[in-house]
Every structure is written in structure tokens, then in C-alpha cells.
């Protein structure tokens, strides 16, 4: 006990231990930077973008980038059908990527813990309802059942987040609802129910701080998937509506010339490429250091 | 003394399985006076957890009471709604686990921990946010205090992986009894320490009785702990007591064959060379049981009324257990 008086006491929890080892993965690191670079272009758009992105110029109808013969270096990435300037387009279009692809995963992971805890620390009824109702949801592809609600709620940014969220929400909580199957039958769970803790209070102060890595880490991989989704929804015209610019539309745009003016579809491509990129090789990242197989 | 602080009377408690109906605690009675300590004693399975986690109601499903009536300070317990049974686990009656490494919420602080209990039981505290959790931070260091944890101030910030097991230990004793409760459940409190620290623990939860004036149920399969620590026994055996009394009397002249072969096999210094007893057979499977003396298949001295219904019989004055030897002339 005096040997364990003279240790520093050194308040250090399971959850920053784990984002130690998360500093220690370079490649990781590097991808969190870059998802970060393109938060910060989101934010700050407006400074960093150098040309209006809705700002139309027939006279630069599909001006090829920079450092093709006539292109010019202040249109970097040149310009599309309608002579907008694509990179301040690309620029603004990261708003509504992350924009959307973080509000849908909050969405839905708020949700997703809820019924997920719900249901795996009630059981009974509320257990046999969600999961059938998780069931179900997995059932519908997920492109074609968010085609179909967009369709019936009509396109804008709204809408689309609710599109998404609808169905993405089953995937923490299936999550959840496993970890919490787990950690219920945990004595501490128990000790707190010996204790007279209420069911609200077991399920959000002792299950839930257990269970976040996984949650996190899920949610992070999801994120980048919703990315895709967005583009693939803005792609087929279901999305946001023009002319605020978004990936996936840009992308769509440049179909039509996709021959003769390259540039159009391939650089918003590559944005989704690098930013869906980064924010993978991040997640797994965060999913190797959350995980206690991989401490040494 | 006056009316017992918790009084069980013919307990029943069942658990439905594919196999059949487990009586894992049939027909118990017991009775805890205000301040003193009582040891339960039995192997593994013979009902004595399950007959404590029926008293704070946490028997989960397939399990379920079956019959009986459990009276806590005046008030059956079995009568009073989930919200009232949670009011009364923590602040009326406390529990420690078995294990006390996996006991404790790993996420969250000893600080935190030993909060909540306060935060969810205590009416004293100050209403007011600031003075609240002053108010609750200096219980929390007093209570670390009580249960001998060093500079207890800045070990609140810490998270339980950072104590050792004896700590961690403490801690939950610390945590259980936050609240002052008037009965302590400590179930099996020092199986997962080593010796020494098994020891200190027993120790402490000794002094605190005095202290506090709590009256405390010791839930072990050591005789020697019960020995040392109790001041009445209760032997249980598939799903019954089959003994109970005055530790003294108990362990002095036991009258169940049962307890005489527990005793007969601890070993012993003075018995050095000589082969332990243990007991011969097996516990019976508790599903579909004869209305006999359950321990009739590992019985030395088994006769034939043995194989009729037995119930507790008086050997001396508090002193009782159930065999159809006690109270005749030793054959």
C-alpha cells in the first residue's frame, strides 16, 4: 500500500491511452491530417476558394487546367461547361460532403446507440421489435432504398441527410447492441444494479463509456462510406440541387464531355478518392489502436 | 434483542431451464440482528448467492421467486414496486461482488464512481450544484479514508485500472458503503485476493461494523474466515440450510453430518500425516429432488427415515440443524 502511495498519480484513462497508440501509427496520423486539411478548407472556403464557384464565364467553357496548353495558372484546374472554376467548385463542394456525411453519421449514431442500448440491455419486446425492424432495413439495398426516399421527399439538403440517416442508423446499433449484450452480464454492470442505479443510468453511464471505441471507430469508417452515397445520390441528380456545387454532381457535369475535357469529372473524382482515402486508412487506424489484441 | 434487521422466511427460489425446474434455493430461512455479522457457508451451488440476490431482488429471468417472504427493517421487500427495491439497494442494503478486478467500471473514475452512489441515494446533500458536489467530494475522500486508501484526494482522479486488487477491493467496500448502509452483502469478498490482502480486507470490513454499527452477511466457503470474523453461521447445502447457530457451537461440536465432513477436510497442523477426509459423492442435481435429506447419497450415518421429509431440529438453544440425529442419543 506505501508502494502504491509513492506512485505519481497520473490521472490517464483507457480512452487516452488508446489515442497515444493512434499517434504512434504514422500512416494514420498522415490521413488524419489530410481529413483534417479538408475540414479546413470547408470551413474556410470563402478565403481559400480563389474564384465564385457559381460564377459562370462562357469565354472559359471548359478551359483545360493550368498545365495544359491553354489553360491558365489562376484557373488551376481549369473549368467546366459552364466556365466555373473547378478546384473553388471542389473547394466548396467539401462543405457539403462533410458537411452531410457528418450529420448523418451524428444522426445516426445518436440514434444507434439509443436503440442499440435499448434493445440490448431491456431485451424482451423492445429487443425483438428493433432488431426485427434492423433486420428488415439491412434487407433493402442501400442506394436503391435512399433513390426511392428521395424521390418521394424530393431533392435539397434536408432531405438528403434524412435519406441517409433513415437506414444508416442500423449499423451502430447493431454495434451497440452486441457490445452491450457483452458488457451487461459484466459484474460491475451488476454491482451498479446492486447499487439501486436506475436502467437509464446503467445503460448511459456504465455500458456506454465501455462500449465507445467500437462505436467510434464504426462511425468513422461509415462516415466515408456515407461520402460515397451523397456523391453517388448528388451523381444521379437526387442530391443537392444546382447550382450549389457537390461532388457527385460535378462529376455527373462532366459526363457529357468526358473526351474531349477530361478535367471536369476526374478532379472532383479524385477529391471523393482522397478524402474517402484518408478518412479510411484514418478509421483504421483508430480501429487498430482501440483494439486490445493489437497493444503489445 | 429486538426484532431482527432482515428476516427470511421460507424462501423460495426457482430457475426455469430446458432440463426442468432448478430449485436452486428451497424453503431458506434467515435472520440477521441489527450489528452483528452472520457467514453463510456452503460449496458452490448450494443457493447461498442466490439466496442473498434474492433479498436485494436481483435475481434475473429465467430465475424468479418463488414463495416466502423477506422482511427488511419492517417492510417486505417482495411487495414493494422496482422503484422502491432500487431506493432500498445501495442505500439500505449494500452488495460487493465476488470479483473485485472486474467490479468496478473501468471508463470511469473512483471518484466518479463512488459519486454516483451518493448522487443517486443520499438526501442530505446540499441542493445547490457547487455545494453539492463539494459536499460529495468530501464524502467520497472520507469514505476512501475509512477503507485505508492513502492521499485519497488525488487518487479520486484515478481510474481503477490503476489500483492494485486489494485496492480495488477497498474501493468497492468504500463505494458500498457510501451511503451508511444498515446491512453490508459481502459476497465471497476476498476470493480473488491473495492471502495476506484477504486478510486486511476482512479486517477492515470487521472495524467498519463496529464503526458504523452495520450488521454484515459474510458469504465464503472458508470456515476459518466464518470462524474468525462471525458471530453466528449458516450452513447451506443444495438449496437448504442445513445448520445454523452460534459460530462457537457450530464449529465446536457441529451436529450436520454435513459441517462434520466441511471440518473433517480442511487440513490441519495438529492432524499433520494424516490423510484428509473429503467428502465422498456428489452434490444432487437439484432438478426434480426426492422428499428426502438431500445429503442422504454422501451420508456416513444415513438410516431410513432419512429417506422421509427432514426438517430443522433444535440441538441446543440457537442452535439448530437439520438431521434426525440431533437431539437423540448419538447411535
Same mark, same amino acid.
Given at each position: 500500500m506505501t508502494l502504491a502511495a509513492d506512485m505519481p498519480v497520473r490521472p490517464d484513462s483507457i480512452f487516452r491511452q488508446n489515442l497515444r497508440n493512434f499517434g504512434h501509427n504514422r500512416l494514420a496520423v498522415g490521413s488524419a491530417i489530410v481529413v483534417v486539411l479538408f475540414l479546413l478548407m470547408a470551413i474556410f472556403a470563402p478565403l481559400v476558394a480563389p474564384h465564385d464557384p457559381n460564377e459562370t464565364d462562357l469565354f472559359r467553357r471548359l478551359q483545360p487546367p493550368g498545365w495544359v496548353e491553354g489553360g491558365e495558372w489562376s484557373y488551376l484546374l481549369g473549368c467546366d461547361g459552364l466556365g466555373?472554376?473547378?478546384?473553388?467548385?471542389?473547394?466548396?463542394?467539401?462543405?457539403?460532403?462533410?458537411?452531410?456525411?457528418?450529420?448523418?453519421?451524428?444522426?445516426?449514431?445518436?440514434?444507434?446507440?439509443?436503440?442499440?442500448?435499448?434493445?440490448?440491455?431491456?431485451?424482451?419486446w423492445v429487443d425483438i421489435v428493433i432488431s426485427r425492424l434492423v433486420d428488415i432495413l439491412l434487407g433493402f439495398p442501400y442506394l436503391i432504398f435512399a433513390i426511392g426516399l428521395m424521390a418521394m421527399m424530393g431533392p435539397g439538403l434536408f432531405n438528403i441527410i434524412l435519406a441517409l440517416a433513415y437506414k444508416e442508423w442500423v449499423i451502430p446499433c447493431r454495434v451497440v447492441r452486441g457490445e452491450t449484450l457483452v458488457t451487461r452480464e459484466l459484474e460491475y454492470v451488476e454491482a451498479a444494479r446492486a447499487l439501486g442505479a436506475s436502467?437509464?443510468?446503467?445503460?448511459?453511464?456504465?455500458?456506454?463509456?465501455?462500449?465507445?471505441s467500437p462505436?467510434?471507430?464504426?462511425?468513422?469508417?461509415?462516415?466515408?462510406?456515407?461520402?460515397?452515397?451523397?456523391?453517388?445520390?448528388?451523381?444521379?441528380?437526387?442530391?443537392?440541387?444546382?447550382?450549389?456545387?457537390?461532388?457527385?454532381?460535378?462529376?455527373?457535369?462532366?459526363?457529357?464531355?468526358?473526351?474531349?475535357?477530361?478535367?471536369?469529372?476526374?478532379?472532383?473524382?479524385?477529391?471523393?478518392?482522397?478524402?474517402?482515402?484518408?478518412?479510411?486508412?484514418?478509421?483504421?487506424?483508430?480501429?487498430?489502436?482501440?483494439?486490445?489484441?493489437?497493444?503489445? | 434483542m429486538n426484532a431482527p434487521l432482515l428476516s427470511v422466511t421460507d424462501l423460495?427460489?426457482?430457475?426455469?431451464?430446458?432440463?426442468?425446474?432448478?430449485?436452486?434455493?428451497?424453503?431458506?430461512?434467515?435472520?440477521?440482528?441489527?450489528?452483528?455479522?452472520?457467514?453463510?457457508?456452503?460449496?458452490?451451488?448450494?443457493?447461498?448467492?442466490?439466496?442473498? &440476490?434474492? @433479498?436485494?431482488? $436481483?435475481?434475473?429471468?429465467?430465475?424468479?421467486?418463488? %414463495?416466502?417472504?423477506?422482511?427488511?427493517?419492517?417492510? /417486505?421487500?417482495?411487495?414493494?414496486?422496482?422503484?422502491?427495491?432500487?431506493?432500498?439497494?445501495?442505500?439500505?442494503?449494500?452488495?460487493?461482488?465476488?470479483?473485485?478486478?472486474?467490479?468496478?467500471?473501468?471508463?470511469?473514475?473512483?471518484?466518479?464512481?463512488?459519486g454516483?452512489?451518493?448522487?443517486?441515494?443520499?438526501?442530505?446533500?446540499p441542493s445547490s450544484r457547487g455545494a453539492r458536489n463539494a459536499a460529495i467530494r468530501e464524502r467520497s475522500v472520507e469514505m476512501l479514508s475509512l477503507v485505508g486508501i492513502p492521499s485519497?484526494?488525488?487518487?479520486?482522479?484515478?481510474?481503477?485500472?490503476?489500483?492494485?486488487?486489494?485496492?480495488?477491493?477497498?474501493?468497492?467496500?468504500?463505494?458500498?458503503?457510501?451511503?451508511?448502509p444498515k446491512?453490508?452483502?459481502?459476497?465471497?469478498?476476498?476470493?480473488?485476493?491473495?492471502?495476506?490482502?484477504? &486478510?486486511? @480486507?476482512?479486517? $477492515?470490513?470487521?472495524?467498519?461494523?463496529?464503526?458504523? %454499527?452495520?450488521?454484515?452477511?459474510?458469504?465464503?466457503? /472458508?470456515?476459518?474466515?466464518?470462524?474468525?470474523?462471525?458471530?453466528?453461521?449458516?450452513?447451506?447445502?443444495?438449496?437448504?440450510?442445513?445448520?445454523?447457530?452460534?459460530?462457537r457451537e457450530v464449529i465446536g461440536s457441529p451436529s450436520h453430518p454435513y459441517t462434520k465432513g466441511l471440518l473433517g477436510s480442511i487440513p490441519r497442523l495438529a492432524l499433520r500425516g494424516q490423510k484428509i477426509k473429503p467428502i465422498e459423492g456428489q452434490v444432487p442435481d437439484l432438478i426434480d429432488l426426492p422428499a428426502q435429506c438431500r445429503f442422504y447419497s454422501r451420508c456416513t450415518l444415513r438410516q431410513d427415515v432419512?429417506?422421509?421429509?427432514?426438517?430443522?431440529?433444535?440441538?441446543?438453544?440457537?442452535?439448530?440443524?437439520?438431521?434426525?440425529?440431533?437431539?437423540?442419543?448419538r447411535p
Open positions: 466555373r472554376d473547378i478546384l473553388s467548385r471542389i473547394i466548396y463542394g467539401t462543405r457539403i460532403s462533410i458537411f452531410i456525411g457528418a450529420a448523418v453519421i451524428l444522426v445516426a449514431t445518436t440514434i444507434g446507440i439509443l436503440a442499440g442500448l435499448a434493445s440490448g440491455y431491456l431485451r424482451g436502467r437509464g443510468h446503467i445503460m448511459l453511464r456504465e455500458i456506454l463509456p465501455n462500449i465507445l462505436v467510434i471507430v464504426v462511425a468513422t469508417i461509415r462516415m466515408a462510406h456515407v461520402i460515397i452515397l451523397e456523391a453517388s445520390l448528388s451523381f444521379l441528380g437526387l442530391g443537392v440541387q444546382p447550382p450549389t456545387a457537390s461532388w457527385g454532381s460535378m462529376v455527373a457535369d462532366g459526363r457529357a464531355f468526358i473526351l474531349e475535357a477530361w478535367w471536369v469529372s476526374t478532379f472532383p473524382g479524385l477529391a471523393i478518392l482522397l478524402l474517402v482515402l484518408a478518412i479510411n486508412v484514418a478509421s483504421q487506424g483508430l480501429r487498430d489502436a482501440f483494439d486490445p489484441r493489437f497493444h503489445e | 423460495r427460489t426457482v430457475f426455469d431451464t430446458r432440463a426442468g425446474r432448478v430449485c436452486a434455493v428451497d424453503g431458506v430461512n434467515v435472520e440477521v440482528r441489527r450489528g452483528e455479522c452472520l457467514g453463510v457457508v456452503g460449496e458452490s451451488g448450494s443457493g447461498k448467492s442466490v439466496t442473498f &440476490a434474492s @433479498v436485494m431482488g $436481483l435475481v434475473r429471468s429465467p430465475g424468479r421467486i418463488d %414463495g416466502g417472504a423477506i422482511i427488511f427493517d419492517g417492510r /417486505d421487500l417482495r411487495t414493494l414496486t422496482p422503484q422502491q427495491m432500487r431506493k432500498v439497494r445501495g442505500r439500505d442494503i449494500a452488495m460487493t461482488m465476488q470479483d473485485a478486478l472486474t467490479a468496478l467500471n473501468p471508463a470511469l473514475t473512483v471518484g466518479e464512481q463512488i454516483e452512489v451518493l448522487e443517486a441515494h443520499d438526501e442530505t446533500l485519497a484526494e488525488s487518487r479520486l482522479r484515478q481510474y481503477p485500472h490503476e489500483f492494485s486488487g486489494g485496492m480495488r477491493q477497498r474501493i468497492m467496500i468504500a463505494i458500498a458503503l457510501a451511503c451508511r446491512l453490508l452483502i459481502a459476497d465471497e469478498p476476498t476470493t480473488a485476493l491473495d492471502v495476506t490482502i484477504q &486478510a486486511q @480486507v476482512l479486517e $477492515l470490513i470487521t472495524d467498519i461494523r463496529a464503526k458504523l %454499527g452495520m450488521s454484515v452477511v459474510l458469504i465464503t466457503h /472458508d470456515l476459518g474466515v466464518v470462524t474468525e470474523h462471525c458471530d453466528r453461521v449458516m450452513v447451506m447445502y443444495a438449496g437448504q440450510v442445513v445448520e445454523e447457530g452460534p459460530v432419512c429417506k422421509s421429509l427432514i426438517s430443522m431440529r433444535e440441538a441446543t438453544p440457537g442452535h439448530s440443524a437439520r438431521c434426525v440425529l440431533v437431539g437423540k442419543d
